[in-house]
């Protein structure tokens, strides 16, 4: 069993994300939601790859499936990033 974990902190006027899974991570600007993080789920995946559309992603059968989570694993890819706010 593993779960998902987004953190971000910010330091002065930069901003530090660490991502696994699905938990997403927006940033809301002048009226604006931009979504920071990608979903790390087999839909997703499947998705960027061009192998179903939109549609068939909303209602995909296994759209909770993720493909990378925190304690499943002993080790584990993490997307890191930053930027200046």
């Not at 593993?2 to 660490?18: D, H, K, P, R």
């Not at 997403?24 to 087999?42: K, M, N, P, V, W």
Request: cysteine-free; glycine content about 10%.
């Amino acid at each position: 069993m593993g779960t998902t974990a987004t953190l971000f902190q910010v330091v002065g006027n930069i901003g530090y994300g660490a991502h696994v899974g699905d938990s997403r991570l927006y940033l809301i600007r002048a009226g604006f939601i931009y979504q920071l993080t990608e979903d790390h789920s087999l839909v997703s995946e499947q998705l960027k790859a061009g192998l179903i559309t939109q549609e068939e992603a909303e209602k995909h059968h296994l759209k909770n499936v993720i493909t990378r989570s925190v304690g499943y694993q002993e080790e584990e890819e993490v997307d890191v990033f930053h930027l200046e706010l």
